[in-house]
């Protein structure tokens, strides 16, 4: 048994076999990439890769409790199984008990297909995308801009295998296209990216021309101090935030006092109403077109994570519901610690409810303000509010009396995603977007644009 010709339930049945722990759970992410880059109106770079990575998680019962043991290895041979296994229970023996300890998951039907071989994906994903890229390059090169940008697809296989019984699979299509559009000189530059499945609903000839108009309004420069500005923040920006949002929503952490989700005197923020518009913050592992594993995949456990939940089915869940507050990430344990009902992180966001209009509606309603293209270089600054800072990138543009007027500089932002729920005046129509920021972690996301009456600009930033 080899990791070329073994097939991943035979890995995860092996290494189950091999256990000599109390419990165990194996993970198996089988990944298959294809990529294309370009720069300069003409395809530079393209490629296929492969890979395996084996997760094997122990658990060790003890007078004390139930300590957990984690490893996890890529490119494992038949002949690295053994000691990858007995790696996990040493560190299982080693550790004190988990904090988080549950027992495994049971109850949970087989996933029908997981004695199936992985999905894989291949360049034929670029079968009609590139030549659609390509006759792009031509209409930027007539139109004096030059392109640049980077197209990847990823499939991953994932099994999961328990001492319970539980035997899943999942597999999670993903691609994200970028495409940059820069004046000759580089004075100008204006960015594009949007998130799919499988490439087939992505036209570059709709983004080129996007970035052309872009870089059209940016002939026109205008200097413009730090402050408050009325702001259109467009779904990647609001996708940004609102998932930093959501990775800092933990239960536990809320109920200890340690985040903007507590409430002074002790308790959660659950039940408060954040948001004066009718929104709906939600996570749906069916959701079309964003779908994503119906069931916990913890290769660690942290603050909204726990490996005893692996296998764990996951539902339909409301973080926000018509403006209030109505749930917050947790675990077994942590749910059982707080009071708080069970609701474990997915894979996906979605925020609804807005239906002001599209974006081009919404620039036509603002007299003076400003319309961004997407944020940059996040960070938190402070926890207890979620302040957060960061960049804006590749087009700040004016909007005068319904129309962008011109680019201005770019700036440092200083903003928290839960005051500006809060603050928010308008949002338009929700629809499928790329976070900029958190593509490599996070592209499942459907946004509406939102209307900011006074979005913190606090600097000036020289960057373009």
């Not at 959701?287 to 913890?298: D, K």
Request: with cysteine; net charge negative; hydrophobic share 40%.
């Amino acid at each position: 048994m080899s990791a070329r010709t073994s097939k991943p339930h035979e890995i995860v049945e092996r290494a189950l076999q091999l256990s000599r722990a109390d419990g165990c759970v194996v993970i198996a992410d089988e990944h298959s990439t294809a990529n294309l880059r370009w720069a300069g109106n003409a395809l530079t770079t393209n490629g296929v890769t492969r890979g395996r990575t084996l997760t094997v998680i122990a658990t060790v019962d003890g007078k004390e409790g139930t300590a957990s043991g984690v490893v996890s290895r890529s490119a494992v041979t038949s002949d690295d199984l053994e000691s990858l296994v007995r790696a996990a229970e040493t560190a299982a023996r080693g550790a004190g008990p988990a904090e988080d300890a549950q027992p495994l998951v049971t109850g949970v039907p087989q996933s029908p297909d997981f004695t199936d071989g992985p999905a894989e994906t291949s360049s034929a994903v670029f079968a009609d995308f590139a030549p659609a890229l390509g006759e792009s390059f031509a209409r930027a090169r007539a139109g004096g801009r030059e392109l640049y940008g980077f197209a990847n697809h990823e499939m991953v296989s994932t099994y999961v295998g328990t001492s319970t019984g539980l035997r899943l699979r999942h597999d999670q299509p993903g691609g994200t296209l970028e495409l940059n559009a820069k004046s000759p000189d580089r004075t100008r530059s204006a960015w594009a990216g949007r998130s799919t499945r499988d490439f087939k609903d992505v036209d570059p000839a709709v983004l080129d021309a996007e970035l052309a108009r872009r870089l059209a309004w940016a002939e026109r420069r205008v200097e413009l101090p730090a402050g408050r500005y009325e702001t259109l923040l467009p779904p990647t920006a609001v996708a940004d935030l609102l998932i930093y949002q959501m990775w800092s929503a933990a239960g536990r952490n809320a109920a200890e006092g340690r985040t903007v989700f507590s409430k002074p005197g002790g308790g959660t923020r659950v039940g408060e109403k954040l948001s004066g518009l009718p929104l709906t913050l939600r996570s749906d592992p069916n959701e079309p077109g964003l779908e994503t594993a119906p069931f916990v995949i913890a290769h660690s456990s942290g603050d909204d994570a726990s490996v005893f939940d692996n296998g764990l089915p996951l539902k339909a869940t409301e973080w926000i519901g018509e403006g209030e507050l109505r749930h917050l990430t947790t675990t077994r344990h942590s749910a059982a610690l707080t009071g708080l009902p069970l609701a474990p992180s997915i894979g996906n966001l979605i925020l609804d409810g807005g239906g002001a209009g599209s974006l081009e509606e919404m620039v036509a309603n603002t007299e003076r303000g400003l319309l961004l293209t997407c944020l940059w270089y996040i960070r938190e600054v402070d926890p207890a509010t979620l302040l957060l800072t960061g960049l804006t990138r590749d087009g700040v543009y004016l909007v005068e009396n319904g129309e962008v007027t011109g680019e201005v500089n770019n700036f440092r932002f200083n903003e928290s995603p839960v005051d500006l729920l809060g603050r928010a005046t308008e949002a338009g129509f929700t629809e499928k977007t790329l976070p900029r920021e958190w593509s490599d972690w996070f592209t499942r996301a459907s946004m509406p644009p939102v209307r900011v009456p006074d979005f913190n600009m606090s600097s000036v930033s020289q960057g373009v």
